[in-house]
């Protein structure tokens, strides 16, 4: 079993829609939780950086982390073309960082 | 702030040949990530410094890849001999310390053939 698990996608969705991306995990260890957005040939940047359960707000994104179920989401709002991305969940305990595989989102015009 | 550099930013080499990739991070962080992101897959870790010492390299291929990070600044990552399968993009990252969060460079994009 991987550590991490997230959906490739692709996912397509119109502008404007309600994007919800999402991770599950298997190690209980994991305190901290991140989504990176990578554009096509760059490197990943971070945008959000949460601790433990719970909700962060930054502009349209929202990230979600539900400890007891081993699972965390990310909420993009008012979804635009330049959202279009793959975004990476990553995850660590510490001592090491583990990423997932990436979801790749088309937002149409 | 200067954000993580990496260079080359491509590189076409026959399989069999060398290649050394150059990460310059950024200025105060500690920690220094070399992974590997094969297409359409997450980032893998192959070695993490902690200054200049190695932190983890569990997933290093050793007998073809090295890296070092003289001066606890600068770091290299070098593939001798490489392989068809080498063929992935090598992020560099560096965080402040272990626990934070890490910033990535451009990636050097290594095309085996």
């Known amino acids: 079993q991987k550590e991490v698990e997230q959906d490739p996608g692709p996912l397509s969705v119109p502008e404007g829609a309600i994007v919800s991306l999402n991770c599950t995990y298997s190690?209980?260890?994991?305190?901290?939780f991140m989504w990176y957005r990578q554009y096509s040939r760059k490197g990943p940047e971070l945008l959000m950086y949460t601790y433990s359960s719970g909700n962060k707000e930054d502009g349209r994104f929202t990230a979600q982390v539900d400890k007891s179920s081993k699972y965390i989401s990310l909420f993009i709002r008012d979804s635009q073309p330049s959202d279009s991305a793959t975004y990476l969940c990553a995850m660590h305990n510490f001592n090491k960082f583990y990423f997932g595989s990436g979801t790749k989102l088309n937002v149409k015009p | 702030e200067a954000g993580v550099a990496q260079s080359p930013r491509y590189k076409i080499i026959e399989k069999r040949q060398s290649v050394a990739f150059w990460c310059n991070p950024i200025?105060?962080?500690?920690?220094l990530y070399w992974y590997q992101q094969i297409l359409g897959q997450g980032p893998k870790l192959l070695i993490q410094?902690?200054?200049?010492?190695?932190?983890?390299d569990s997933q290093l291929p050793k007998d073809r890849f090295s890296a070092e990070r003289l001066k606890g600044v600068d770091s290299t990552l070098k593939i001798q001999p490489a392989k068809l399968e080498d063929s992935a993009v090598y992020l560099c990252a560096s965080s402040f310390g272990t626990s934070n969060e890490q910033f990535f460079g451009p990636g050097t994009r290594l095309t085996v053939l």
């Open positions: 410094f902690q200054n200049n010492g190695v932190v983890d």
């Open positions: 200025s105060g962080h500690a920690t």
């Open positions: 190690n209980s260890a994991f305190q901290y």
